[in-house]
């Protein structure tokens, strides 16, 4: 009634008070059209209407009066908004902390509200019990970060790269210069190639230099983005020994799609999907989710490839004749399965299947 009514009695009583009744048809035509707009505008908002795919009687005509609607500025044009994160609260300790989830999951914006990048509408973010929100400014100081592109100069030699590095993070004296940058290239082991140019240096290499550079003005927090992406088995192992490390005095937050790199390293694991906080605890709690969910039995070549669609499976292997099965299920998949101790990343896909069951239901 206001929505409608309102225009009209105000209509009726500017016919009343003016002495031009022109004036106020056209305002009301104007007033009425513009209402209509933004009505239609907000049920093509509410009900995902998706123009080009109407269809049935009138249905030119509708996608022309739509199409209209939506190119009214202010009133007509709307765009849905996005949430990267969806009230996600994590409290963070000393040591190493997991942080994985798949493609478009957040963690890349987790983590730049972490450092203070971005500002967080919901949720809380805590380092032993600081909120990384009310305490910001003081917080900034104390977190390096690490992200997964960054640049070095390669045509630098090590000790030249981080002593420029440290005169930017204003470490003025020469003699604390080089005293910080023996560190932390002793904390990185690179100290006996200190002295090559970084373009001769192996990705995993690379990955160090970064490391130390942070590490030149001594973070209690540590940020890193997909460290070990890219890099061979045994450079990330090395890399990932790094971490540990370094995680003994501060906080480590590695963020990454290698489940082993997790399970083998940290000491809490955070599992994102879609915005939201799916799992928060232990490598050994998230494993236990799929307890009782992974079977494994063997099946003849042949029949492989009729059970194939049926279940979620991990990896098969050919024996001889037979087909070797891992697979996830809650039930028995077939009556010789045998129920084998889960890992991480079948907890890890057993999580992403369920949250898919549900959401299409």
Request: glycine content about 8%; charged content about 25%.
């Amino acid at each position: 009634v206001l929505f409608w009514g309102l225009p009209l009695a105000n209509l009726i009583f500017f016919m009343i008070s003016w002495e031009s009744p022109a004036i106020v048809i056209f305002a009301g035509v104007l007033w009425y059209a513009c209402l209509a707009i933004y009505r239609a505008s907000a049920k093509i908002h509410r009900k995902g209407i998706n123009i080009a795919r109407i269809t049935g009687r009138l249905s030119r005509l509708r996608r022309l009066l739509y199409r209209s609607v939506q190119s009214v500025p202010l009133i007509g044009k709307r765009k849905n908004p996005f949430f990267a994160l969806k009230m996600v609260s994590i409290d963070i300790e000393k040591g190493m902390f997991g942080l994985i989830g798949p493609n478009g999951a957040g963690k890349t914006t987790l983590m730049r509200i972490v450092c203070g990048i971005l500002d967080q509408s919901f949720g809380k973010i805590t380092f032993n019990g600081l909120d990384t929100g009310r305490h910001r400014e003081e917080l900034q100081g104390l977190i390096g970060y690490l992200p997964q592109e960054f640049g070095l100069y390669e045509n630098m030699t090590a000790v030249e790269f981080l002593n420029y590095q440290a005169i930017l993070k204003n470490i003025n004296s020469r003699k604390e210069r080089d005293e910080r940058i023996e560190q932390v290239l002793s904390a990185v082991h690179i100290t006996g190639r200190k002295d090559d140019r970084i373009g001769t240096f192996s990705g995993g290499m690379k990955q160090r230099i970064g490391i130390a550079q942070i590490l030149l003005h001594m973070p209690r927090v540590l940020v890193v983005d997909e460290p070990t992406a890219g890099l061979d088995p045994r450079e990330r192992i090395r890399f990932r020994n790094l971490l540990q490390e370094l995680s003994r005095d501060r906080i480590v937050i590695f963020s990454t799609h290698i489940i082993e790199d997790i399970s083998s390293s940290c000491n809490k694991v955070a599992v994102l999907s879609r915005g939201r906080l799916r799992f928060l605890g232990t490598p050994a709690e998230l494993a236990g989710r799929a307890a009782g969910k992974v079977w494994q039995f063997s099946v003849p070549a042949e029949e492989f490839r009729k059970i194939r669609g049926s279940y979620d499976i991990i990896h098969h292997i050919r024996v001889e004749d037979r087909i070797r099965v891992r697979a996830l299920q809650g039930s028995r998949p077939v009556a010789e399965a045998v129920q084998v101790t889960p890992t991480l990343e079948d907890a890890y896909i057993w999580m992403q299947r369920r949250e898919g069951a549900d959401e299409s239901s």
